[in-house]
């Protein structure tokens, strides 16, 4: 099943199963990046949060005007902080950001059980590598993948280029079939 990108520079559709790392600046907007992504040629969505809260992820889906009702959003970081929660069939809950067992779990799950063209956007790859170290990172990210190339998905993962080097941005990279990245003044290069 092929899927349809709204992203400048980047092919027309790629393939289920890829897994595309957007690298932006650390105070970059990608909110626009993200929405666009989920909601083109999307039957339902998960956003994996480790950098904010369901209800901030929830006020960005409501205000980009992307279609709530396809929406699943997993917070990784009410838990932790100790805010209220409350787990619902459209919000989940892990305890922290380097839960990687359960942010796993949880997105086998959504895929298992939804149907049609499924999207996730991890954001971030950075809180995660702030709680966790790069291998325990990176082997989450190849779980992850592996169930997008299972459940024919596709993934956005964000890094935020200020806070790494280039050579962990360089791991990083090849481990994706696509990185767009994304500049300061908005412009983005795309290499698939």
């Keep these: 099943m092929d899927y349809t990108l709204a992203i400048d520079g980047a092919p027309e559709t790629v393939p289920g199963g890829t897994g595309i790392l957007l690298i932006h600046p650390s105070t970059g907007e990608t909110d626009r990046v ?13 956003v994996v949060s480790t950098r904010t809260t369901a209800r901030e992820v929830s ?6 005007e992307v279609d709530e009702s396809t929406a699943t959003i ?9 805010y209220t929660r409350r787990r619902s069939d459209d919000v989940r809950y892990v305890s922290a950001p380097d839960d990687f067992d359960g942010i796993v779990a949880e997105t086998r799950e959504f895929l298992s059980n939804h149907d049609g063209k ?3 956007s ?18 989450a990210i190849d779980r992850l993948l592996e169930l997008l190339g299972e459940h024919d998905a596709v993934g956005l993962f ?17 481990l ?15 290499s698939f």
């Design 122 to 139: 991890v954001d971030s790859l950075t809180e995660m590598l702030y709680y966790a170290d790069e291998q325990q990172t990176e082997a």
């Design 158 to 174: 964000h890094l935020a280029r200020g806070v790494h080097d280039e050579d962990r941005l360089d791991r990083f990279r090849s």
């Design 74 to 82: 997993l917070d990784a970081l009410s838990v932790e902080r100790g």
């Design 34 to 46: 993200d929405t666009d992504f989920l909601s083109t040629d999307t039957d339902h969505f998960l």
């Design 59 to 64: 006020q960005k889906i409501e205000h980009y």
């Design 118 to 120: 499924r999207r996730i």
């Design 176 to 190: 994706f079939d696509g990185v767009i990245e994304l500049e300061t003044d908005g412009s983005m290069t795309a």
